[in-house]
Nanobody, 123 residues
């Protein structure tokens, strides 16, 4: 059982930045694709970004492309999401997820989930 623990959420003004972290308990962390989803109140959970096990491949939702950057440090079993130029519509609970496969990286396919961290962007 892999445990994922997110941190780094908070309140930020529009245009600001935050960096989310997700620490995994798994020693073979590099065997998993890691990514982020988010869920705003009253909306379905949506894909944000994914990073392959080696970190060499990444993919982003169109809504965050150019503003968010996903990265990972396999030595620390941690994946990051750097969020810049934040908008009020980025407000959501952000969830870290792990899966054996890079694609498809969709909620129904994930092996493990974190409990989420709240990001609130004020206008």
């Amino acid at each position: 059982q892999v445990q994922l623990v997110e941190s780094g959420g908070g309140l930020v003004e529009a245009g600001g930045s935050l960096r989310l972290s997700c620490a995994a308990s798994e020693r073979s962390f590099g065997n998993y694709a890691m990514g982020w989803f988010r869920q705003a109140p009253g909306r379905e959970r949506e894909f944000v970004a994914v990073c392959s096990g080696s970190g060499t491949s990444t993919y982003y939702a169109d809504s965050v492309k150019g503003r968010f950057t996903i990265s990972r440090d396999n030595a620390k079993s941690t994946v990051y999401l750097q969020m810049n130029s934040l908008k009020p519509e980025d407000t959501a609970v952000y969830y870290c997820a792990a899966d054996r496969f890079y694609a498809p990286f969709i909620p129904s396919e994930m092996d493990y989930w974190g409990k989420g961290t709240l990001v609130t962007v004020s206008s």
